[in-house]
């Protein structure tokens, strides 16, 4: 199933619920390649309203990040909750990826 996704501007937000691991993280690769491949080069991922992220989860989000380099694109985070955010530091990922703590600010810095 794909996520819950929205589009201001030429910004596309992603909004996945709940788990984002190796059954729910197919939805949103497919949802995330699609867009990209339409020429979407401003991405936005509200997570604050994902209780878990396993690392498939994060394999879609470095695939964003790594299709973006080439095409000049940006791509923020925002809402993460606690247990989300200690499993990007584990992983090394708060070092690639802008964080924001609210969708407004990941808006205004995409």
Do not use: N, W
């Not at 937000?13 to 190796?22: H, Q």
């Not at 992220?53 to 790594?66: C, P, Q, T, Y």
């Amino acid at each position: 199933m794909s996520p819950e996704q929205e589009t201001r501007g030429d910004i596309t937000i992603f909004k996945p619920a709940g788990r984002l691991d190796s059954a729910s993280s197919v939805g949103l690769e497919h949802a995330v390649l699609e867009r990209l491949q339409s020429g979407g080069k401003r991405l936005v991922f509200d997570l604050s309203r994902v209780d878990y992220i396993s690392s498939a989860g994060l394999r879609v989000i470095l695939l964003a990040g790594k299709r973006l380099q080439p095409v000049q694109g940006t791509l923020v985070l925002c809402g993460l909750r606690d247990e989300v955010r200690g499993v990007f530091e584990m992983s090394g990922f708060l070092t690639l990826f802008a964080f924001t703590p609210d969708l407004d600010q990941a808006l205004a810095q995409v």
